[in-house]
């Protein structure tokens, strides 16, 4: 048995967005606005059923207490509007008579109509449906959407191809596409093209990129700056740069000074040091020097 799953309903939540958004406090209530939902993209549907060029690629629906938006992603909105807004407000006036409410009509216009999973695959459909060679298709498909700056594509075709009596299984691939990271970026649609020899399928996975989650910040407090001032005392010199604080201090010895004691100005009485004879004393040894010479 096999254990696939539908890439968009994997990622619901997680990178995929739902294609509805209303709430109701019910479940009861539930059954009937899904109904209600069904009926309004079956309206769309029909509507632009002739217009098979129109290329509606996506139909979101957004349900408020008072009115219905509905967004309609076309990759030819103009085909869609018609002359002044005709085809619009043909198509607003039956949406409001299904429902009951007012109904806001937005019509978007596709950027990227070969980055599309719906619109590529219901492209090879209708040549499938014209007798064109289905891999020629197929290669033209993959082709363009790799031009257009997709990372890889996938395409499956399942069915009685080429009108053969038993059906079989085509599968096309270029590049890479990782359905297991729920991170990839994985845009998946299919389309069914009626034959005369049965209804063909066709399912095409494109992968645009790596979507990385949002960083999330956390709200820092903010510390006030608080300054300190300290005012240096005696050889000490203290700095205060770039909130950091350095000391620098002197470490140079300052030499000692020396006692000198002056004699003349002593008092009567004071010692004086030995080895040393105070000024009188050496006169009176010069006059008893002279004495004797003479």
Not at 12 to 24: C, M, R, Y
């Amino acid at each position: 048995m096999g254990h696939k799953t539908h890439p968009v309903g994997f990622r619901l939540g997680i990178t995929k967005d739902w294609s509805t958004h209303w709430f109701v406090p019910k479940g009861s209530q539930y059954r009937e606005l899904v109904l209600g939902d069904m009926t309004i993209r079956n309206i769309i549907k029909d509507e632009y059923k002739p217009f098979s060029d129109a290329g509606i690629a996506k139909v979101e629906i957004e349900r408020n207490t008072q009115d219905i938006s509905v967004n309609i992603h076309s990759a030819r909105p103009g085909i869609l509007i018609g002359r002044d807004g005709e085809r619009v407000k043909k198509l607003r006036a039956r949406l409001e008579k299904s429902s009951g409410k007012r109904m806001q009509l937005n019509i978007l216009e596709v950027a990227q109509p070969e980055m599309n999973a719906y619109l590529v695959a219901r492209n090879i459909a209708d040549q499938i449906e014209r007798r064109v060679a289905f891999r020629r298709a197929l290669r033209q498909g993959i082709q363009r959407t790799m031009q257009a700056g997709a990372l890889g594509i996938k395409i499956i075709v399942k069915g009685r191809i080429n009108g053969a009596e038993i059906a079989r299984t085509e599968k096309v691939m270029e590049g890479r596409v990782p359905l297991h990271n729920l991170n990839a970026d994985i845009d998946y649609d299919f389309a069914e093209a009626a034959t005369m020899m049965g209804r063909i399928g066709v399912k095409v996975y494109i992968f645009k990129g790596t979507l990385e989650p949002k960083p999330i910040i956390e709200a820092v407090d903010e510390i006030e700056t608080i300054q300190v001032t300290v005012r240096p005392d005696g050889d000490e010199q203290i700095t205060d740069e770039s909130k950091e604080i350095v000391r620098n201090v002197e470490t140079d010895k300052v030499p000692e000074p020396k006692a000198t004691i002056d004699t003349l100005d002593e008092p009567e009485g004071q010692a004086v040091p030995e080895g040393e004879s105070s000024e009188p004393d050496q006169l009176k040894d010069t006059e008893k020097d002279t004495d004797a010479s003479a």
